[in-house]
């Protein structure tokens, strides 16, 4: 994922990179130093990786992870809570850990639109993350009708097939090109 984001950095492309990583790697003894290595050999600022790691994964071994979670933190690396509202302990994880962002699940934002229980833990959830300075992405949106609510809601990002389907590196690549022929006033397809 980083030798990608290298590539796509000295094409012009700026993005941030967001890795789904295990209790396992979070705990092992090397990570971190194994994060910050592959960063400076690939001469990327830390803010451009965001590791993603479920609430689940942080019961395994809470301390161990806590602990390596922080160091990368000191380093400039975001951290995300994917899956949010599934795992036991989420609010536990808000406080003692330094995150960047939630990511809510897809089980509360696809019922968005028509159930009033998932509206309010939406909300609820945005509410609480943006009082402790996080960012909210919404996972799993489809239409334009859940979208519509997540911005009323004042959730940051969305993400979902309502956007496209998971593209490759080469189709993201190109897509990203005809994005700014378009928005640049210079398309021609």
Known sequence: ALAQCALWRTAGIEVQVAVNVSARDVTSSDFTTFV?????H??????QLTIEITETAMVQEPHAARQCLQILDRFGVKLSIDDFGTGFSSLTYLRELPVDAVKIDRS???PLVHDSSAQVIVKSTIDLAHSLSMRVIAEGVEDAETLQMLRALSCDYAQGYYFGKP?????????VEHQSRR?????TD
Do not use: I, M
């Not at 910050?36 to 400076?40: I, T, Y």
């Not at 593209?167 to 897509?175: P, R, Y």
């Not at 928005?183 to 398309?187: D, E, H, P, R, S």
């Open 167 to 175: 593209l490759s590196a080469h189709e993201f690549t190109q897509w």
């Open 42 to 47: 690939h001469g990327l600022p830390a803010d």
């Open 36 to 40: 910050v290595e592959r960063l400076r």
């Open 183 to 187: 928005f640049l006033g210079n398309a």
């Open 108 to 110: 509360f934002v696809a």
